[in-house]
């Protein structure tokens, strides 16, 4: 008997154990089918919801609880699935225990993950051909399982594991030879974690100490797609034309990760209470990948044509990782509450590559010196980071309805980069050491009176320098949120950001501003019946010099986006048995991907008898792009579901 097998056979086993002596069960499953009809483009509709046509279990709810200790398995029970079948994401959770003996939380996840949008990296856009050359179809799946032993103990022993495994089919562009090529690939990546250790409880402190495991094998295959031997460029070069007649790409990857988490946290007396955290990771990886490609190819690099090329490729990577916190949150007087902060962390990652090309029956452009011959590269890349960052607020709520707060931080970076020169392909200090400094101030007030509620925060941080290109040396936003209640008949709530932020460095020039208002109306003239309005706008404006990468040229790259999102809904409850809902909304962006989605939505509940009722849902999509009518869809989604509760 597998494993598998055994795991399956844990689930009845409690269920039987806690229903034995039970004193309270309930049971409820949501179960039915959904038709979908979609016209337009299916992938898209997939990219962004991909639901399926086909029986979906809607909701299943099983709990049992018995007396402590009449059980001798458990005396509680809960399982909880939700969106298997037709649905795009599932979920199965169990939690199990005996009290005073053992607590049991398992869970299982599983989601789809399509994405073949047609504008994406498509040199055939123009010619009608959909979808791109970067498609993905694959799924992950999770387990996790969370084991406490005698909880509520002076200490309880703890356990943990989590299987994690993402795989399947994509497909992608790759250049070789003076061409792009589009590959199909199948991939598969595992994850293994496995925990132990304790939770302490001594008085006022509690305390976590975990030591864990965590190991990664990845691999993926990958060949030419038929049919796109030609390559995306048909034209001649140098009078000859670049094809490949067959290539295989395989590549294994693996990484060990031990890993230490401790965690503590206590009061001293009435008004002081004292936090801390410890992480350390010590990540080590391995890479292989070997290709083999046959064609008519060339090389600008090296001034030649060849036939075939046999490339292998051996890497490793070393990566260990801490980091320290220590808070202090404390009671100075009354209404003065003092926090402060004082975090460290150090992270260091050492690589090297080995990349070793073999060109067969080459020749020069001029068709002449015939052999073959190999390339080596060999890679070394270096970088060691320190962060340390100190911070303290101070809170005052002794103005009546009015309390107020401070704070400041000061973030220190210091960065030691060593890039392997055979890396470099633009001019400028890509190495070195780099240092940062941050300084953050904040301020904020809140406002109760009655049933009105305000609060304004706001914040800034100032640099020193840039390490990466779209650090800013400026930043600031101010946001001003508001609620409004004056019963349960009306409630209002309105939120508005601007976050604003430059980095003005020659050859830099980034600059984005973001603005955000929002508003919200609950209105419940009776019990039976709710409406919910809302109305929000967007918009983000951003502008950075780049490289063009064909010819390294710098320009500007110059990106916005304007939303505008309306929502409207509607809830009756008739006589307790017959639930109705129903809505519509509409999301709009005029920026630089123009497109609108509107949607329309309901949904109708009719309780039978106590024990059995049913639901009938549709929902009703619309999508358009401004620039790119290949993206539209519409698509049509009714479901009927049958509901049992006891």
Partial sequence: MTKGHLRLLALPLMV??????????????????QWLDVSGNEDMYRSQLDERQGLVIQDFSFTSIAKPGSSAGADRVRVEASGFGGSGHGRLFLDAGLTGTYSLRVQYQRARHFNALPGLANPFLAEGITPGQHTMDRTSESV?????????????????????RYSGPAQ?????????????????????????????????????????????????????????????????????????????????????????????????????????????????????????????LASFKLSRFF??????????????????????????????????????????????????????????????????????ADVNNAMDRDEKQVEAKVTYRGLGPV??????????EALNVTPDAAEVVVPGGQGGQFDRSVKRYGAGANLGIGTLKLAADWRKDDADSAVVRIDALNQSRARLQAQWAPGKVLRIAGTAERLTGDNPTAGIGYDFTTKHYAMDVDVTPIEALSLQLGYGIFKSDSTVAI?????????????????????????????????????????????NLGFSLNRTFGRVDVDLTDALGVTVSFDKRKYTEDALQLANYDADRLGFFFRWRQ
């Fill in 547 to 591: 490289r063009q990468p064909q010819d390294f040229q710098t320009t500007t790259s110059v990106y916005a986006e304007d939303g505008k999102s309306l929502d409207a809904s509607l809830s009756l409850n008739v006589a307790g048995r017959y639930h109705f809902l129903g809505g519509v909304s509409r999301f709009e962006n005029t920026g």
């Fill in 144 to 164: 996790d399982v969370d084991l406490e032993i005698f909880p509520g103990r002076m200490i309880t022993p703890l356990v943990g594991y989590r299987w994690a």
């Fill in 307 to 376: 036939q075939g090329l046999t490339q292998t490729v051996a890497a490793r990577a070393a990566a260990p990782d801490w980091r320290g916190e220590i808070g202090v949150n404390a009671e100075i007087v009354d209404n003065l509450d003092l926090a402060i902060g004082y975090t460290k962390r150090h992270r260091q990652l050492d690589g090297w590559a080995v990349i070793s090309s073999i060109y067969a029956r080459s020749t020069n452009f001029s068709g002449g010196d015939a052999r073959d011959f190999k390339t080596l």
């Fill in 16 to 33: 039987w154990a806690a229903c034995a002596n039970a004193q309270t069960t309930r049971f409820s499953l949501g179960l039915g089918f």
């Fill in 403 to 412: 309390s107020l707060w401070g704070s400041y931080a000061k973030a220190d």
């Fill in 172 to 296: 992608t562009t790759y250049h070789v030879g003076q061409d792009e090529f589009r590959l199909a690939s199948d991939f598969s990546q595992t994850t293994r974690d496995f925990q132990v250790g304790a939770a302490l409880h001594l008085g006022t402190f509690a305390a976590t100490v975990m030591q864990g495991w965590r190991s990664m094998e990845q691999s993926e295959s990958a060949t030419i797609v038929p049919g796109a031997g030609i390559g995306n460029n048909t034209n001649p070069l140098l009078g000859r034309d670049i094809k490949i007649d067959g290539l295989m790409r395989n590549s294994t990857a693996s990484s060990s990760s031990p890993f230490t988490t401790g965690y503590l946290s206590g009061r001293i007396g009435d008004r002081v209470r004292v936090m801390g955290s410890y992480v350390k990771t010590d990540f080590s990886s391995d890479f292989t990948q070997r290709e083999d490609a046959v064609g008519s």
